[in-house]
Structures are given as structure tokens and as C-alpha cells.
Antibody
Framework: EVQLVESGGGLVKPGGSLRLSCAAS????????MNWVRQAPGKGLEWVSSISSRSNYIYYADSVKGRFTISRDNAKNSLYLQMNSLRAEDTAVYYC???????????WGQGTLVTVSS | SYELTQPPSVSVSPGQTARITCSGD??????AYWYQQKPGQAPVLVIYKDSERPSGIPERFSGSSSGTTVTLTISGVQAEDEADYYCQSADSSGTYQVFGTGTKVTVL
């Protein structure tokens, strides 16, 4: 069974940093690209970043470029999102999502809430 | 940046048909996907590659494409279909992913 479990969310002040993690299991993690998607309270889904299976292709949404860094450790079956210079508008539930059979976002974790507030 | 536009809301009576549109300039060249999201839950894929249905998704969900618009159709809507629905695709280069603005389906 595919499982994606996010962690690392919490309350942080504007300008602060946070590192999110996503632990993957139930599939060959090292063979698939991975994604982060966020959802602000009461708002829609927003793609944040993608990373290829061997980390040689990395893409970011314009809204986070230069502030967020996606990475992965295939030996640990883990995906990360380093978030720096956080702003109030970064407040959201952050999901990690993986492809497998049909799309880039076949499986989703339960999400981790990041709140940026003073 | 590239955008996918959906109507904010669609209301439908049980047993009737709901249609949700999604418009974007790159849709003639990029596949569209549809996700259902219920309150407090992660999204679930209901349609992939414009019109294909994943295993386990009821046959009442179908998708179609015409030019710069894709459509999700829910035939014989049931109360359990009340949810937010998002289309998803990529920009013309296929590099950057984008989600639609989302449509809230209300079953009257």
C-alpha cells in the first residue's frame, strides 16, 4: 500500500524558515518524480515544486522560486521542502504527492499545516 | 503565469448531470486531469488524460476535451459527489504544473 506521510509543519514567524519532510513507502521511491502541492485555508490547490527521480530536474512555482528548495534522499525514501523567508501568504496545508500509474499526482499524503504569523 | 479557469460553483439535483468546464490556452497540447476533494481530505484523481477513468472510480464520472476547454461530467449525481473539483494540467512546455481555480459542486 502506498503511503506518504508529511511532517515538519508548525507555526513560524514571517521571515523564518521551516523544513518539511515526506516519508514514502509502498512503491519504488527512487523511480518516480515527486511533488509538493499546497492549499491555503479555504482556497484552491497550488502546485509548489517538482523533483525528478534522480534530482536532475527541479522546478518551482514563481511564488516560491528563490525561497523554497526541494530535495530528496532516495536511500531514505524521503522528500523534503526547505522553506526560507516565509511570508503570511505561505500559510497553507502542504501535501506531498507522487505519480504511479495515471498522473503526476496519483497519491497524496494527509498534509502538514504551515502557519506563518507573528 | 499560466492559468486554468473553472466556474466557482455548480449546483445539481440528485440524479441529474453536472458539467464542470476548465479553460486554458495549452489544453489542446497538454492532457488534463480532474481531482475530487472533500472537506478535510486530500484530493483524489477521478479522470486522467482528458477522458480516462482510474480503477475504482464510478462510471458516472467522465471527461472530454474540445480545443481550449476540457469538461468533467458527472452523470446521475449522488449526494456523495458533493465536493470541490479541480482540473490540472501543464503549461505549453510541459514543465510547470498548474491546478484550476476549483469548482464547488453542490447537490441540492
Amino acid at each position: 500500500e502506498v503511503q506518504l506521510v508529511e511532517s515538519g509543519g508548525g507555526l513560524v514567524k514571517p521571515g523564518g524558515s521551516l523544513r518539511l519532510s515526506c516519508a514514502a513507502s509502498g512503491f519504488i521511491f527512487s523511480s518516480y518524480s515527486m511533488n509538493w502541492v499546497r492549499q491555503a485555508p479555504g482556497k484552491g490547490l497550488e502546485w509548489v515544486s517538482s523533483i525528478s527521480s534522480r534530482s536532475n530536474y527541479i522546478y518551482y512555482a514563481d511564488s516560491v522560486k528563490g525561497r523554497f528548495t526541494i530535495s530528496r534522499d532516495n536511500a531514505k525514501n524521503s522528500l523534503y521542502l526547505q522553506m526560507n523567508s516565509l511570508r503570511a501568504e505561505d500559510t497553507a496545508v502542504y501535501y506531498c504527492a507522487s505519480p504511479l500509474y495515471y498522473s503526476n499526482f496519483d497519491y497524496w499524503g494527509q498534509g502538514t499545516l504551515v502557519t506563518v504569523s507573528s | 503565469s499560466y492559468e486554468l479557469t473553472q466556474p466557482p460553483s455548480v449546483s445539481v439535483s440528485p440524479g441529474q448531470t453536472a458539467r464542470i468546464t476548465c479553460s486554458g490556452d495549452a489544453l489542446p497540447n497538454q492532457y488534463a486531469y480532474w481531482y475530487q476533494q472533500k472537506p478535510g481530505q486530500a484530493p483524489v484523481l477521478v479522470i486522467y488524460k482528458d477522458s480516462e477513468r482510474p480503477s475504482g472510480i464510478p462510471e458516472r464520472f467522465s471527461g472530454s476535451s474540445s480545443g481550449t476547454t476540457v469538461t468533467l461530467t458527472i452523470s446521475g449525481v449522488q449526494a456523495e459527489d458533493e465536493a470541490d473539483y479541480y482540473c490540472q494540467s501543464a503549461d505549453s512546455s510541459g514543465t510547470y504544473q498548474v491546478f484550476g481555480t476549483g469548482t464547488k459542486v453542490t447537490v441540492l
